[in-house]
């Protein structure tokens, strides 16, 4: 008896695709069109594609994905979640630890969990308390590494959302001059979910001037090289307002399980 798995794989055969393809296809087609319109908002905004870096989201997709997304020419992935990034980065490891990707922390992470950040992240987006940086750093002497963090900042003034005040930004940063282990790179942020992402651009354009208004002059631990903002939803209006880093995963990979 046929069954429609049988016809299934018919179809397959004729048009040449594997099964294992047609994913790859799927995310290859969004890649192309992310690409297409990193490039326009670039355009927009005078500034040059290659001074972004596009974070693959992997979060709720197997390692499949991850390597669909390498053979694409991706480079940069990002979990939220210190376990789900830890397991897959066992078996692809990041540059840190001899791999050829690198392994974005882009979620909240927990005091206890400091170690294994330092353990795996080759950046870490997501530093939002006195606390968690002391830990890290600690952490960081441990393993003998310096780890660099972007400073996650609440510029949506969501309770829900994790990071520092944007009011309270310039001091923390001078607070973290007394931990040799962190390198801040720059700020990182989530915008407030909205239809018309043209509702966030002013948040954009604050994390922007949060970082060229800091004087790090007197603070080796600090160099503002990158603001980590824009998502599936808006990403070009982060591009357009200074973005350096876009973390993309609905775009990219589809829609999630949960
Ligand atoms: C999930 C997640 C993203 C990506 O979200 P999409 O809307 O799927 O692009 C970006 N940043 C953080 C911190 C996330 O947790």
């Known amino acids: 008896m046929r069954t429609r798995e049988h016809d299934l794989y018919d179809v397959m055969a004729d048009s040449k695709i594997a099964p294992d393809q047609i994913a790859t296809d799927a995310i290859a087609e969004r890649l192309a069109d992310v690409r297409d319109r990193i490039a326009q908002a670039c355009d927009r905004a005078g500034r040059s594609p290659d001074e972004i870096t596009l974070v693959s989201v992997t979060k709720t997709f197997p390692l499949d994905a991850i390597e669909h997304a390498r053979s694409l020419g991706l480079h940069d992935f ?67 590494r ?64 949060l970082a060229e208004t800091y004087d790090a002059t007197d603070n080796p631990r600090v160099e503002m090289r990158y603001l980590s903002m824009g998502m599936s939803g808006d990403f070009e209006v982060a591009v357009e307002e200074g973005a350096t880093h876009l973390r993309l995963g609905t775009a990219l990979f589809g829609p999630r399980s949960y």
């Open 78 to 144: 990002g979990e939220n979640k210190v376990q789900e990034m830890v397991a897959k980065a066992e078996e692809e490891p990041g540059e840190l630890n001899g791999g050829t990707l690198r392994w974005h922390m882009i979620g909240h992470l927990q005091r206890n969990k400091a170690k294994d950040v330092v353990a795996h992240a080759d950046l870490f987006h997501a530093l939002d308390s006195p606390r968690l940086a002391k830990e890290l750093n600690k952490r960081a002497r441990k393993a003998d």
């Open 146 to 209: 310096v780890m660099p963090c972007l400073v996650q900042v609440n510029v949506s003034g969501e309770d829900s959302k994790y990071g520092i005040h944007p009011d309270e930004t310039h001091d923390y940063l001078d607070s973290l001059a007394q931990y040799p282990h962190l390198h801040i790179l720059g700020l990182m942020t989530l915008a407030e979910p909205t239809e018309d992402p043209e509702d966030v651009r002013p948040q954009f354009r604050q994390m922007r001037r």
